[in-house]
C-alpha cells in the first residue's frame, strides 16, 4: 500500500507574516492526519521561516524548484544541496509554469532530478500535456516523454526515490479538473512506464494528481486505485480547504 502524499505548492504568493500563519495552520491539522505525507512548497524565501515554524510537526518542506547545477556563477538560482541544507525533503522539479515561462525542457529537468537526488531529496518530476496535445491524442506521448528523460538518467535506486505528479497543464489554475477515470488511466500509463524500467520499482512510486484540485473533487480523484495524493496549487493556499483536501487522502 502507497502511502498518499499531499504537497501544497503556493507558487509565487503570500507574504512572509501569511506564510507563517499557512504554516501553523497546516502542522496543527497534519498531527490529526498519521496516515498521510503533507508537505508544503513555500517560495524560496520563506522556506527557512516555514522549516522554524514546522519545529517538528509531521509537515514535509519542499522547493518549487531547483538549479539543474551544483554551485557556482549563477546568479538568481538556487541548489538542490541549498534546499536540503535548510530542511526540504523534496523538491517540485519540471513543473509546467517552469517549462512554459522558462524554457525548461526535459534534458534541463532530468539534470534538477539527478542533483535533488544527490542533494538527499525526493525529486517530484511534474508531466502534463497541454490541451492541443490532449486533444490530438498526444498525451501518453508528451507524459511518456518527460518521464523517460528523467528515467534515463536513473539507477533502479534513484527511481525508487521520485515521486511523480501528473498535472494535465489545461487543469492548472483553470477549474477544470481531469475527470478521476482520465487522471487514473494516465497514472496508470505512467506506472507501466516505470515497471517496463524497473518492475520492482513500479508499484511502490507514488503518483499525484495535480490541476484545480479542491476539497468538492479530491475525494473522488484520490479514490481511484492509481492516484497516490496530490499536488495542490490555489486551495493549498487557504488551510481549511488544503486541510479537508489532505483528509481526502485518508
Ligand atoms: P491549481 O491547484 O491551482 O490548479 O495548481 C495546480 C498546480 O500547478 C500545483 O503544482
Known sequence: MRRPFVAGNWKMNGSRARARVLVAGVCEGAREL??????LCPPFVYVTDAGEVIGDAPVRLGGQTCAGVEYGAFTGEVSAYMLADVGCSFVLVGHSERRMLYGEDDAEVAEKAGFALAAGLSPVVCVGETLAEREAEQTEATVERQLDAVMDRLDRDA???IV????PVWAIGTGRTATPAQANAVHAFLRERVAAR?????AGVRILYGGSVKPDNAAALFAEPEVDGGLIGGASLDVGQFLDICRAAV
Do not use: M
Open 34 to 39: 498519521p496516515e498521510v505525507d503533507v508537505g
Open 159 to 161: 527511481l525508487a526515490r
Open 164 to 167: 511523480i505528479a501528473y498535472e
Open 198 to 202: 524497473e518492475p520492482e520499482v513500479a
